[in-house]
């Protein structure tokens, strides 16, 4: 089982920049493929981009492709997501999540474990 703590949300102007961690207990934090996801207001949650375990493949949805990057330390059991140029429809509530697998997934229903979300709010 792994606990995840998200951090770094946040308010900032469009066009200014933010980066998310996600903080894993435990030591098997390596044995897990890790996502992004967001909700906003009166909205489903969205997948935001994804990682395997060993980080070298990655997803992103085509909304934030070019502007938000995802990574992940091991080492330091953290999962991080950059996020440049934003918009104001990137304001929503972010969650990183942990599936017990390899491969990355866009779907949320394949995820086992969740953090409890950090809020970014971007202004016009």
């Known amino acids: 089982q792994v606990q995840l703590v998200e951090s770094g949300g946040g308010l900032v102007q469009a066009g200014g920049s933010l980066r998310l961690s996600c903080a894993a207990s435990g030591r098997t934090f390596s044995s897990y493929a890790m996502g992004w996801f967001r909700q906003a207001p009166g909205k489903e949650r969205e997948s935001v981009a994804a990682i395997t375990r060993s980080g070298y493949s990655t997803y992103y949805a085509d909304s934030v492709k070019g502007r938000f990057t995802i990574s992940r330390d091991n080492a330091k059991n953290t999962l991080y997501l950059q996020m440049n140029s934003l918009k104001p429809e990137d304001t929503a509530v972010y969650y990183c999540?942990?599936?017990?697998?390899?491969?990355?997934?866009?779907?949320?229903?394949?995820?086992?474990?969740w953090g409890q979300g950090t809020q970014v709010t971007v202004s016009s």
């Open positions: 999540a942990a599936r017990r697998s390899t491969g990355w997934d866009w779907r949320d229903t394949k995820y086992d474990y």
